[in-house]
């Protein structure tokens, strides 16, 4: 009974986390933009849970975006278990997720484009005692002109968020960042200049799952501090029609990415999630130039570089 209780503890406080969460970017995010607000878009999931869709578009500074919460939970399926390779001899009777993930695409070229997401899973055995569960999530950014001050401020603010949780955990996860969010098909062509990325953190015990719990709430409390600094500082830059064609270039490969190699979203398509949720990440703009090339020694060359070949920020 009292690690039922426990279990229910952690979980409300999880959900209590993201809610507040989701409020406080929200609320900033709106404050910043001036014009656009959030719409709220509450859904019932039909196999059990729901969620709250939050979503900005057409604004002064985000020409559109999202800041969604989902609690959901249900059976585990045969292609639940494809996913998550859960061994078919398992005794996994049910499943609980609950997550905040966001993207937010800005108007203008010179602001990057950023997502983030935090999240929590466990699997239940046939009498709903746990057999498994973890945490993940991160966050990176997307720039489509670099400004290395910005990339350092990014990753510095991260960094500093994690340390106190270990000091080589940024450098581990700042390298499954780089490797992950990167179009194999591109020849390794990274989306952007990455941040810190992890998934199945598993708690060995209750001590330890109180502390990455609180290594969850650091690194989602960081987030406005590692982006709106960037947004404050580049959001009024003068652009034109080379740098809108270059945006939505840079966007079709974050589309590329998001489609084909995104476990987050090949998991939401294939386990009949929500479709409208699960592509609100999608840009409303994009671009696909045949064989484009930026002009040698440009600023899109140096964005270019940069994806082509992981840096240290730090």
């Known amino acids: 009974m009292q690690a039922a209780a426990q279990k229910h503890l952690l979980k409300n406080h999880w959900i209590s986390f993201i809610t507040d969460l989701q409020n406080k970017i929200c609320k900033v995010l709106e404050t910043e933009d001036g014009k656009a607000v959030f719409i709220s878009d509450k859904w019932e999931r039909p196999g059990g849970g729901g969620g709250d869709t939050r979503v900005i578009a057409n604004g002064n500074v985000f020409e559109k975006g999202g800041v969604n919460t989902s609690v959901v939970y249900g059976e585990v399926t045969n292609t639940m278990r494809t996913q998550l390779k859960i061994?078919?001899?398992?005794?996994?009777?049910?499943?609980?997720?609950?997550?905040?993930?966001?993207?937010?695409?800005?108007?203008?070229?010179?602001?990057?484009?950023?997502?983030?997401?935090?999240?929590?899973?466990?699997?239940?055995?046939?009498?709903?005692?746990?057999?498994?569960?973890?945490?993940?999530?991160?966050?990176d950014l997307t720039p489509y002109y670099l400004f290395e001050e910005d990339a350092r401020h990014f990753h510095q603010t991260l960094k500093n968020a994690i340390d106190p949780f270990g000091d080589d955990l940024y450098f581990k996860y700042k390298k499954n960042c780089d490797a992950y969010f990167s179009n194999t098909h591109r020849n390794n062509e990274m989306r952007g200049i990455g941040g810190v990325f992890y998934d199945y953190l598993r708690p060995i015990n209750d001590e330890d799952t109180e502390r990455l719990f609180r290594f969850q709430e650091a690194s989602g409390n960081a987030f406005l501090n590692a982006y709106l600094p960037i947004v404050n500082k580049r959001k009024h830059f003068p652009y034109g029609e080379r740098e809108i064609e270059w945006q939505e270039i840079r966007r079709g490969r974050y589309v590329e990415f998001n489609l084909i190699h995104d476990?987050?979203?090949?998991?939401?398509?294939?386990?009949?999630?929500?479709?409208?949720?699960?592509?609100?990440?999608?840009?409303?703009?994009?671009?696909?130039?045949?064989?484009?090339?930026?002009?040698?020694?440009?600023?899109?060359?140096?964005?270019?570089?940069?994806?082509?070949?992981p840096k240290e920020w730090i």
């Open 87 to 139: 061994p078919p001899s398992g005794v996994q009777g049910a499943w609980f997720a609950c997550g905040l993930s966001l993207v937010i695409h800005p108007l203008n070229p010179y602001v990057p484009t950023v997502h983030a997401n935090w999240r929590y899973f466990e699997l239940y055995d046939e009498k709903e005692k746990i057999v498994d569960r973890w945490f993940g999530g991160g966050a």
């Open 263 to 309: 476990r987050g979203t090949i998991f939401g398509l294939k386990t009949n999630g929500r479709t409208e949720s699960i592509l609100m990440s999608l840009p409303p703009r994009a671009r696909w130039a045949y064989n484009y090339q930026p002009k040698a020694g440009s600023e899109e060359e140096k964005l270019l570089q940069v994806c082509l070949q």
